[in-house]
């Protein structure tokens, strides 16, 4: 176990600037999940950490001690490539047992620690393989073992899942929290995926053109999106965004949605007459016959497994997205109503794009995150 | 492919024979005169029904020709062991400065280093004469003139373009990730150099290799210039036998005969990488 | 499970080493490329002299004077010029032609075809200088098997690399037997690496095949057979091997292509200074030549290596 401490960052490549100034701290054993869209930096940031890239300016601590100077092999890291970056000419076993060549360890407590995390990992019975000749999970797990067996006390873990099937991620996220847990380790993960970020990590960083626009626990990120653009890239299906301009009425502050009302408890009074846009998660949103709802027209349904989405359009042809759980009923084609959760809901400036509202009840995490 | 027909496969036929006749015959022609005695050669017309001999081979050999003038020695195994001598060190040391720059320019893009590869690389094209005439001067004055240690120093103007940019190739095509997996492993990048990057990039060394070889071996210039008759290669060597033997064609056949065949012998060993060797890289074959 | 403890050296003394690595790399092939610059800008200094080994007391800068005779009063340097261009324009178009020929003649993959593209690689793996002795061998007037062919097709007395009318033939002759194949191994490998639907597409629609070849495999060839003839170029305007083992830049001056002439110069007639100068041309030659060259150069191996 160890700390991060990346302070002041910057990184060029030639005239682009991948990093900028940008300074982060990891605690002690936490699983830190960087989050972004590709080409904003993670996978940089992740190698300067590991040493094999030199930043332009600013420090690498790592356990307080600045490591910026510090050879990759000296820092006592492991990682896991979103590639594998598996040794085409070694078998699974020397993939693995790597790490430890490099220190002064007996040939039998190599092959212990390899047969041990290989165990772990399900992968023992392919470790005379050649990377050539393993399904791409087991190159997954190779490559992890390759990382865990050392037990580095700072784990960086890059995209370690984009490569591999469907089911083999979502056992992979059901596994690797209990594997992390069990190392002990400090971890940076890097990932592109929102539900990966939000199940395994005690805070996630959402990065984006080379600086870290919010860092806060999955609960945070999900309940008070710094802006827009965190708001859409968290939540499946993705966040309803309407422009709006809010109204001070006798039942207090509101939206106007097709001529109706959309109270929203608890907004502040600088809001009134201001050009924003709602942020509303589609589970917010439900179908309703009482007095009082939206009207819209339904023009699709999308079962998906655990819930079912429809695509409504209002008066103004504007698209919402309504979210049931699977196997509730739900509206026929043609005119329906919904009705709006405006406690849940969030406003942005329409300008800056940051959050002037947050939602005034939690979401659950784990329920939308699954 | 389209269908062919009968016609169109006719005339390939003939213009493909036409084809290896033309290339194949001298090869087979010189061959086949390096068996046969002088009497035979000066056959008119020429006959390729001829009881073979080896004494052609047995005069190189033994560094003996005896005519009816008397007996005379041909240096010519002397300058096949330099050929073997020059070409295989020249390689060798061309692998141990080349090999390490090659990773440095594939790997390590640092100030200056494109302008170095090309600089090396423009060598490949510039007049050897324009440097070679004044390095004899050169040689003269550091001592080099007519030693194996100056004809290897200049052998590296063939040899290091060559190797540099083939196995500079090679490196690249490594991913960079797999270094730094051994990097972040614990090993400095001198093990990573050794176990990683050469193991992975080794059939491309060896086949730069084999042409560094090839192209030293068959280099005319250098020696004509700056070496003697007993530090000369075959291509000297042999122009020089044709001067001094005179009339002993089948002695003159054996000795390309011997002279070549290394190189052929290497050529259709490492023919996979020819293409890609010939073009410094530029195509693939 | 435990941690391992760490060995953590000095920050400072790794800071240096990272930095300073790739230069110790390439220090070496660096030293050498510094050894052949000395002598190249040596002979930029002699070519600017008038420096003649037989009256060394003569000798002292005469500035542009060797390059200022070439061009007034120096009829050996105007036959020099043509017959080197002469050579290399002959020998990379009649190359050029034989070599995309054969190629195309190879293109299909068949066990047959590879053999004989391996075969055919054969003559350019000879040392050009050998490769002249065994034809000066075939050309020979008195056994040569070519002499007596001649001979039969009512050529009598055709004298081959001896006589200065047929000596360029002669020298063309080996040049492309020794480099027709770099050409053909190039292209071919250029034609076997383009894409099949085009190709396929036209044999649907029924498009005629003088169409498609000029049409789409010549243009898509381009970038091969530019690279193939500019790397030709640039050997050929400078052969010295098969002209020198062959004729030795003779019968006369028939065959005194640039380098030929600035041995026989700097050897036989010991001028150094116009050897020099000579030099320095061809390589303002060559040097315009291979940065045409090397762009092509460039483009072909990112798209080789951009395939692997």
Not at chain 2, 38 to 62: H, K
Not at chain 3, 239 to 250: E, L
Request: hydrophobic share 50%; aromatic share 10%.
């Amino acid at each position: 176990m160890t700390t991060l401490q990346l302070q002041n960052i910057v990184k060029r490549y030639k005239t682009n600037t991948v990093l900028d100034n940008l300074s982060l701290d990891v605690a002690d054993g936490e699983t830190l999940v960087l989050f972004g869209p590709s080409g904003a930096g993670k996978t940089v940031l992740l190698r300067l950490v590991a040493g094999v890239i030199d930043p332009d300016e600013g420090r690498v601590l790592i356990g307080g001690e600045d490591m910026t100077d510090v050879e990759a092999e000296h820092r006592g890291i492991g990682m896991a490539f979103q590639n594998f970056a598996l040794f085409p000419h070694m078998s699974a076993e020397d993939n693995i047992a790597s790490p430890l060549t490099a220190t002064r360890s007996s040939a039998d407590a190599i092959k212990a620690s390899v047969g041990k995390v290989a165990k772990l990992l399900k992968i023992d019975h392919v470790l005379s393989h050649h990377p050539k000749a393993l399904s791409n999970g087991q190159k997954q797990r190779t490559a992890l073992a390759r990382a865990l067996v050392g037990s580095p006390p700072l784990l960086l873990l890059d995209d370690p899942l984009r490569n591999v099937d469907a089911k083999l991620r979502f056992e992979m996220r059901l596994e690797l929290p209990r594997l992390l847990a069990a190392q002990g380790a400090t971890v940076v993960y890097v990932t592109q995926d929102y539900k990966e970020a939000m199940a395994l990590g005690d805070r996630i960083a959402v990065m984006a053109n080379g600086s870290i626009r919010q860092i806060g626990t999955p609960e945070e990120i999900y309940n008070a999106p710094a802006d827009i653009e965190i708001a859409r890239l968290f939540g499946d299906p993705t966040i309803n965004l309407l422009d709006v301009t809010p109204k001070k009425g006798p039942h207090g502050i509101h939206v106007e949605l097709s001529n109706v009302e959309v109270p929203l408890p608890g907004a502040p009074e600088e809001v009134v007459g201001r050009d924003c846009v709602i942020g509303i998660r589609p589970e917010s949103i439900s179908f309703t016959t009482a007095a009082g709802a939206v009207p819209v027209d339904v023009e699709a349904e999308t079962p998906l497994n655990e819930k079912t989405v429809t695509l409504v359009l209002t008066a103004r042809k504007r698209e919402i997205l309504v979210s049931r759980p699977a196997g509730t009923p739900g509206p026929a084609q043609g005119a329906a109503a919904i009705a709006i959760d405006g406690s849940t809901a969030f406003l942005f400036d329409k300008a800056t794009g940051a959050l002037v509202r947050k939602t005034a009840t939690a979401h659950g995490r784990n329920g939308e995150a699954a | 492919m389209e269908t062919t027909s009968p016609l169109e496969r006719i005339f390939r036929f003939v213009a493909l024979s036409l084809v290896v006749l033309f290339f194949m015959f001298p090869i087979v022609w010189i061959f086949l005169m390096s068996f046969q005695t002088n009497e035979t050669i000066l056959t008119i017309p020429p006959t390729i029904v001829f009881s073979p001999t080896l004494s052609n081979y047995a005069a190189l050999i033994t560094g003996k020709l005896t005519t009816s003038a008397g007996t005379l020695d041909i240096a010519f195994m002397r300058n096949l062991m330099n050929s073997v001598f020059l070409s295989v060190t020249s390689v060798a040391l061309s692998l141990v400065l080349g090999v390490p720059a090659a990773y440095a320019f594939a790997r390590h893009k640092f100030r200056g280093s494109e302008d170095i590869a090309f600089t090396l690389l423009s060598f490949r094209f510039a007049p050897p004469l324009l440097v070679l005439l004044p390095l004899t001067q050169y040689f003269q004055w550091l001592g080099l003139s007519d030693t194996y240690v100056g004809l290897i120093w200049v052998y590296q103007l063939i040899c290091l373009p060559l190797i540099l940019w083939i196995v500079r190739g090679y490196f690249e095509d490594i991913s960079a990730d797999v270094e730094y997996a051994y990097r972040i492993a614990g090993h400095s990048w001198f093990a990573t150099f050794r176990k990683i990057a050469l193991p992975l990039a080794g059939p491309g060394i060896a086949a730069a290799g084999l042409l560094a070889f090839i192209f030293a071996w068959n280099n005319f210039v250098f020696a004509l210039v700056l070496a003697s008759a007993d530090k000369q290669p075959v291509t000297v060597g042999a122009l020089a036998f044709v001067t001094s033997s005179g009339i002993q064609y089948g002695q003159i056949a054996a000795a390309i005969v011997l002279s070549v065949t290394p190189t052929l012998a290497l050529a259709l060993y490492a023919q996979r990488y020819l293409v890609e060797g010939l073009s410094l890289g530029a195509v693939k074959g | 499970m435990a941690s391992t403890t760490l060995s953590r050296k000095p920050a400072s003394r790794f800071r240096i080493s990272r930095k300073v690595l790739p230069y110790v790399l390439s220090l070496p092939a660096l030293l050498v490329c510094i050894g052949i610059l000395i002598p190249f800008v040596t002979a930029v200094i002699y070519s600017l002299q008038r420096y003649r080994l037989s009256q060394p007391w003569g000798r002292k800068f005469n500035w542009g004077e060797n390059y200022w005779n070439f061009l007034f009063n120096d009829p050996g340097f105007w036959n020099t010029l043509k017959i080197s261009l002469l050579y290399a324009g002959i020998t990379v178009t009649l190359e050029l032609l034989l070599g995309l020929g054969i190629a195309l003649l190879l293109q299909r993959r068949s066990r047959i075809n590879n053999f004989i593209s391996i075969m055919l690689l054969l003559p350019l793996m000879i040392a050009p200088a050998l490769a002249a002795l065994m034809w000066k061998l075939m050309t020979n007037p008195g056994f040569g098997i070519l002499s007596y062919l001649a001979g039969l097709v009512g050529l009598e007395n055709f004298r081959w690399a001896s006589s200065p009318d047929t000596a360029l033939l002669t020298v063309v002759l080996v040049d492309i037997w020794v480099y027709t194949p770099f050409i053909m191994i190039l292209l071919l490998a250029g034609l076997r690496s383009l894409p099949t639907q085009p190709f396929e597409a036209a044999a649907l629609d029924g498009v005629p095949r003088t169409f498609v070849f000029f049409r789409i495999t010549l243009p898509m060839l381009t970038p091969y057979i530019l690279t193939a003839t500019l790397f030709r170029l640039l050997d050929s305007i400078q052969q010295f091997d098969i002209i020198y083992a062959m004729t030795q830049g003779g019968p006369g001056n028939a065959l005194t292509v640039f380098q030929v002439e600035a041995y026989l110069n700097f050897f036989q007639s010991t001028n150094i200074g116009r050897s020099a100068a000579l030099m320095v041309i061809l390589w303002a030659i060559t040097y315009l030549l291979s940065n045409t060259f090397i762009k092509n150069w460039l483009r072909l191996r990112e798209r080789a290596r951009g395939e692997a």
